[in-house]
């Protein structure tokens, strides 16, 4: 059962909760990306979430257990609960799953086992996925109810591009992207820039999925030179995102309660040139001494990159940017598509595959970053555009069963030989002597 009033793990957004929670005077801590908030996890009544990341979550539960704290845990939600799957760290998630289920499923007792005196209620585990297929056997594994939907509110459609001529699913042409002129065809022949300028052009905005940060400020600035400077979102769509802007503001400023900084004004007009205003102010990261030289120069057209190279300052400029329609492309890395929510009109896969062409990407990230394409509330469709390369596997034909394929059901990565079944067993027999400590 949920407890409205008790603390939740939750590995998602922080700003948004902070936004929800604070009419009932409930504060949230972040533990991610380097920021740690201070104090005891939960100090008093007051916390009502911990945001983090899954390898910080496996850590606060241990650290609750030992502080005896678990009974404050209401609820442990799961965004992208396919990561269970995932090599590299679903064994982390795999074991934060197992072990709460474990422990507050386990009754409190005064003596011996036998005698049970009370039964502590279980934290209750909500787990959301766009892209995993054998939902019922996880929601088993976690003695969960399942919910299956495959309604989307904006149809969307998906093409790929070979040649500059626009296939469908069946590798039928639907039309060809016509040059404006012939040096235009020379210098952009897989047509990229073009795709960016249809969907400006139409009044619309235009994400661009690179493998690597470099190719993604290759691509931006060659979009920028062909476009030149684009015209903002129309005024029509500023006024219709005047709540969304409101809801911006108040997130930015729960954002600067949380990390100790200055409120900022309590109106930041989202204007190209108050945009630049912010992006110039942001300090340096690695070599640069101010923010991205090539950001600087492309930003006040129109166009700008998000990857993990530029700092948090830069990212956040950028992305209320591009929120407030002052970035009509933008062009970014895969790891976008994780917990970053900017819709577009038109997603196109500069390359599909990440970071090198030896790792094509996967039926669940193809599904993971066409998402992002028509989003209910902003768009009435969305488009998803594949560009193909001459050389398998990223021929039409094999991006087509890209595109059709269902996604592949996740397994357990507590495996022998994997690695992360020699922490588990560490962790198993950690999380078995704070148990026996507890139940004694």
């Known amino acids: 059962m949920f407890h409205p009033f008790s603390c939740v793990i939750a590995l998602c957004q922080a700003e948004v909760l902070a936004l929800l929670l604070k009419p009932l005077d409930k504060v949230v801590k972040k533990f991610y990306g380097g920021v740690r908030s201070k104090g005891k996890l939960i100090e008093d009544n007051t916390v009502g979430a911990l945001v983090c990341t899954i390898e910080k979550a496996n850590m606060i539960f241990t650290v609750m257990m030992e502080e005896h704290s678990l009974s404050k845990l209401g609820a442990l939600i799961i ?82 591009l070979d040649k500059c001529r626009l296939l469908d699913r069946n590798l039928n042409c639907v039309r060809v992207l016509q040059y404006p002129n012939a040096a235009w065809a020379q210098s952009d022949p897989e047509g990229i820039a073009l795709l960016a300028k249809e969907t400006t052009d139409a009044g619309h905005s235009i994400l661009v999925f690179c493998p690597s940060r470099a190719v993604c400020e290759w691509v931006a600035e060659m979009i920028c030179r062909h476009l030149g400077e684009l015209p903002e979102k129309p005024s029509k769509e500023r006024a219709d995102t005047a709540a969304a802007a409101a809801a911006a503001a108040a997130l930015a400023a729960i954002e600067a309660d949380l990390q100790g900084l200055p409120a900022p004004p309590a109106h930041t007009p989202n204007t190209r040139a108050a945009i630049m205003d912010q992006l110039i102010q942001v300090p340096g990261s690695g070599s640069n001494s101010g923010p991205h030289p090539i950001l600087v120069n492309i930003m006040p057209k129109g166009v700008a990159f998000h990857h993990a190279g530029l700092s948090q300052e830069e990212r956040a400029v950028v992305e209320a940017g591009y929120v407030g329609g002052a970035v009509r492309v933008l062009v970014c890395t895969p790891t976008m598509a994780m917990g970053v929510n900017l819709p577009a009109r038109r997603v196109v896969f500069y390359r599909p595959f990440i970071p090198h062409p030896s790792s094509p990407i996967t039926p669940s990230q193809y599904r993971q970053m066409a998402g992002r394409a028509g989003r209910a509330g902003i768009d009435e469709a969305g488009e998803v555009i594949l560009m193909a390369l001459p050389r398998q596997p990223y021929t039409a034909s094999s991006l087509v069963k890209l595109i059709t394929e269902p996604v592949p059901p996740i397994t357990t990565c507590l495996v022998e030989g994997e690695r992360g079944m020699t922490r588990a067993l560490l962790e198993v027999s950690k999380t078995w002597k704070k148990l026996d400590m507890v139940m004694k």
Not at 79 to 94: A, N, T, Y
């Open 79 to 160: 965004d992208e609960l396919h990561l269970l799957g995932c090599p590299s760290r679903g064994f982390l998630l795999e074991l934060l799953c197992t072990k709460l289920r474990f422990s507050t499923a386990t009754a409190t007792v005064q003596d011996t086992v036998e005698d049970v005196t009370e039964i502590r209620e279980g934290v209750q585990v909500i787990g959301m996925s766009a892209t995993l297929s054998n939902i019922k056997e996880v929601a088993d594994w976690l003695g969960a109810k399942y919910f299956e939907t495959d309604f989307r509110p904006a149809p969307l459609s998906e093409h790929i």
